[in-house]
Nanobody
Framework: QVQLVESGGGLVQPGGSLRLSCAAS????????MAWYRQPPGKQRDLVAT???????NYTDSVKGRFTISRDNAKNTVYLQMNSLKPEDTAVYYC?????????WGQGTQVTVSS
């Protein structure tokens, strides 16, 4: 079955960096678009970035120039490099794949940006 396991979250000061990882299994990873979403406290879950199997990326405006999504198809892993972090980036970050017309999610990893 499809499994997504995120890691790499934590507490960081404003201006700092974190790298999130998402290890995927249960499907042919290289064929599928992968996404990162985030859900701030008390708010809805929103799309942050996507990457196709070929490596084409897309970002929401608020993270452009600061976040980089990438993937390693040999390791079945997708990454989110987050630089110049701001307090408003505080959220639970989720990895996502749409497989057989169904959304699959990881358990989420908490990112807190605070001094």
């Amino acid at each position: 079955q499809v499994q997504l396991v995120e890691s790499g979250g934590g507490l960081v000061q404003p201006g700092g960096s974190l790298r999130l990882s998402c290890a995927a299994s249960g499907f042919i990873f290289r064929l599928y678009l992968m996404a990162w979403y985030r859900q701030p406290p008390g708010k809805q879950r929103d799309l942050v970035a996507t990457v196709t199997g070929y490596g084409t990326t897309n970002y929401t405006d608020s993270v452009k120039g600061r976040f980089t999504i990438s993937r390693d198809n040999a390791k079945n892993t997708v990454y989110l490099q987050m630089n110049s972090l701001k307090p408003e980036d505080t959220a639970v970050y989720y990895c996502n794949v749409k497989y057989n017309r169904k959304d699959y999610w990881g358990q989420g990893t908490q990112v807190t940006v605070s001094s």
